[in-house]
C-alpha cells in the first residue's frame, strides 16, 4: 500500500517563481491538509479540504492555493515563491475528519533563493 | 505566545533510560491529545491518543493528561536506540468544526545512546 504520496520530494525554486506539490492518498480518505514544518515552529496547517471540490483555509495560507478536484489528490501551489517559503511541506490524510490519526506522507523540501 | 509549547530538547538519553516528554497548552478547549514520533526524513506518525485526563499505557510508552494544569507528559520507559526520534505532541478540541486540524507543539528531538 502506497499510503500517501508526494511529488516531489525535493525542489529548489528562484524568487518568484511558481510551482505546485502533489499529493496522491489511495485510502480513499475524504479530508486532506496540507502542513509545513519549520525549526522551533512545528507543524502549521496551511490548507485543508474535507472532500472532494471543497478548500478551506489553515492557520497559515498566505501565498499557498490549493485544489481537490479529485477525491485522491490535493495540490498545493506557490504562484510566486518567497524565500519565507523554504519548508519541508507535508500532506496528510483521514477518513473522516474526526478523530482518527492521520495518515502523513514523506514531505517535500523546498528551498526558494 | 504559542498555543502549544515544547521544550524542543535536544534530549539524549542512555539506552534503558526513561524517557519524560512534555507539553504546555492554553487553549482550555482542547480535549483531544496525541502524541507522534517523527523519524528522520520522514512523515510523523501516530504513537499515542488520549482523551480528556487520564493516562494511556501502550507497551514501553505512557501518555497523561491533566487538563487543570493544560499539560500533557510522554514516558517511555527502557528507551531503545530505535526511540531516537523527534517526538510531536498534538491536540484538537471537541466538536464537528475541528475537521481533523491538530495544533503541534515544536517537537522534542531525542537521541538515545548504546
Known amino acids: 500500500n502506497a499510503g500517501v504520496t508526494q511529488t516531489p520530494k525535493f525542489r529548489v525554486l528562484k524568487t518568484g517563481q511558481s510551482m505546485t506539490l502533489l499529493c496522491a492518498q489511495d485510502?480513499?480518505?475524504?479530508?486532506m491538509y496540507w502542513y509545513r514544518q519549520d525549526p522551533g515552529m512545528g507543524l502549521r496547517l496551511i490548507h485543508y479540504?474535507?472532500?472532494?471540490?471543497?478548500?478551506a483555509k489553515g492557520e497559515v495560507p498566505d501565498g499557498y492555493n490549493v485544489s481537490r478536484l479529485k477525491k485522491q489528490n490535493f495540490l498545493l501551489g506557490l504562484e510566486s515563491a518567497a524565500p519565507s517559503q523554504t519548508s519541508v511541506y507535508f500532506c496528510?490524510?483521514?477518513?473522516?475528519?474526526?478523530?482518527?490519526?492521520?495518515?502523513f506522507g514523506s514531505g517535500t523540501q523546498l528551498s526558494v533563493l | 505566545q504559542k498555543e502549544v509549547e515544547q521544550d524542543p530538547g535536544p534530549l539524549s538519553v542512555p539506552e534503558g533510560a526513561i524517557v519524560s516528554l512534555n507539553c504546555t497548552y492554553s487553549n482550555s478547549a482542547f480535549q483531544y491529545f496525541m502524541w507522534y514520533r517523527q523519524y528522520s526524513r520522514k512523515g510523523p506518525e501516530l504513537l499515542m491518543y488520549t482523551y480528556s485526563s487520564g493516562n494511556k499505557e501502550d507497551g514501553r510508552f505512557t501518555a497523561q493528561v491533566d487538563k487543570s494544569s493544560k499539560y500533557i507528559s510522554l514516558f517511555i520507559r527502557d528507551s531503545q536506540p530505535s526511540d531516537s526520534a523527534t517526538y510531536l505532541c498534538?491536540?484538537?478540541?471537541?466538536?464537528?468544526?475541528?475537521?481533523?486540524?491538530?495544533?503541534f507543539g515544536q517537537g522534542t528531538i531525542l537521541t538515545v545512546h548504546p
Open positions: 496528510a490524510s483521514s477518513p473522516t475528519g474526526g478523530l482518527e490519526k492521520l495518515f
Open positions: 479540504s474535507v472532500g472532494e471540490g471543497t478548500t
Open positions: 485510502m480513499n480518505h475524504e479530508y
Open positions: 498534538a491536540m484538537t478540541r471537541a466538536g464537528g468544526t475541528s475537521y481533523g486540524k491538530l495544533t
